[in-house]
C-alpha cells in the first residue's frame, strides 16, 4: 500500500516538473485565438509539443463479484455477492510527452457488497443479537491520480488508455439487514475502506472544438478493501473483518470534456 503511494506522488511529482519546463508559447497562442481540434494536438503531438489542457466530468459504472470469510462452528464460510456500483468524479488532465498525459481527479463512489455475513448488531433494546447483514455498502469521497496514452484516428476521433490509482474513505455506511429493518443501520464513520487500480481504455469524439464526449471499459487490475471493525472478530483468521475480497470486476465510464 506505502509502495503504491509513493509510486503516485512520485508519478504526480514528475508531472508537474516536467509540465512547467515545457515551452508553451506557441500553444498558448493558438488558444487564445483558435479553438484546438484532435486534428491539430494531432500536429503538435507529432511535433513533440504539448496537447492541451482538459477539465472532464467522468461517471464509471463497475459490476462486482466479491467474497468476505468468516467462520461458524469452527467452519470457515465464503458468502459472496454480486452488484453494480457507480460515481461520478471531475478529473483534469494535461500533457507530460507527446502522446502521454497525466490525470488527477476526486469524486464520489458508492461501493455496495450483497454479501450475507454475522456482524455487530446493536438493537433499539441495547441487545446485541447474532444478526447478519442483507447487504452493505459504503458512501466514498475518493481521489484518483494515473498516466495515460491518447492516439489521434481522425479530426474528431481518438482512442486512448489510462492506468490510474483510485483511493476510497467512506463517510457514511449502511448494514441492511432484517431483523429490525430500517433501524441502527446507517452510521457515520470516517473509514478508509481501499483502492483500486483501474485500466480504463476507451474513444473519445469532439461534439465541438472545445468539447468531447469519450466511452470505454473500466478493468480493475487490483482492488483492495481494508478491514471493517463493525464484523465479528473470531481470531481464527486475520481475514475475519476484511470487507470483502475481488473475484472478478469490470465495468464502463462515460466522461464529458472540455479543453483550454
Not at 491539430?40 to 492541451?52: E, I, L, P
Amino acid at each position: 500500500m506505502k509502495s503504491i503511494q509513493t509510486w503516485v506522488i512520485f508519478l504526480l511529482s514528475f508531472w508537474v516538473l516536467f509540465a512547467e519546463a515545457q515551452q508553451k508559447d506557441t500553444i498558448e497562442t493558438r488558444l487564445n485565438n483558435n479553438d484546438i481540434t484532435f486534428d491539430d494536438g494531432k500536429k503538435m503531438q507529432d511535433g513533440k509539443q504539448d496537447f492541451v489542457n482538459q477539465i472532464g466530468i467522468s461517471t464509471p459504472f463497475i459490476w462486482s463479484h466479491s467474497e468476505a470469510s468468516f467462520y461458524s462452528l469452527g467452519a470457515l464460510k465464503h458468502p459472496s455477492g454480486k452488484d453494480m456500483n457507480y460515481g461520478i468524479a471531475l478529473n483534469y488532465s494535461r500533457s507530460i510527452y507527446n502522446r502521454f498525459f497525466g490525470i488527477i481527479g476526486i469524486g464520489y463512489f458508492n461501493q455496495r457488497f450483497s454479501i450475507q455475513r454475522p456482524f455487530n448488531y446493536v438493537t433499539p433494546d441495547n441487545t446485541k443479537p447474532l444478526i447478519a447483514t442483507k447487504y452493505y455498502a459504503y458512501y466514498n469521497i475518493y481521489w484518483m491520480a494515473g498516466v495515460g496514452y491518447k492516439q489521434i484516428l481522425t479530426k474528431d476521433l481518438a482512442v486512448k488508455g489510462v492506468i490510474s490509482y483510485n483511493n476510497y474513505n467512506s463517510y457514511r455506511q449502511r448494514y441492511a439487514q432484517e431483523y429490525y429493518p430500517g433501524v441502527n443501520e446507517v452510521y457515520k464513520k470516517n473509514i478508509p475502506i481501499g483502492y483500486m487500480i483501474n485500466l480504463n481504455a476507451g474513444i473519445e469524439k469532439n461534439i465541438t472544438k472545445r468539447i468531447s464526449v469519450g466511452t470505454g471499459i473500466v478493468l480493475p487490475l487490483q482492488i483492495h478493501w481494508n478491514n471493517d471493525n463493525i464484523f465479528i472478530n473470531n481470531f481464527y483468521s486475520p481475514s475475519e473483518q476484511q470487507i470483502a475480497s475481488n473475484i472478478f470486476s469490470i465495468g464502463i465510464a462515460f466522461s464529458c470534456n472540455y479543453r483550454f
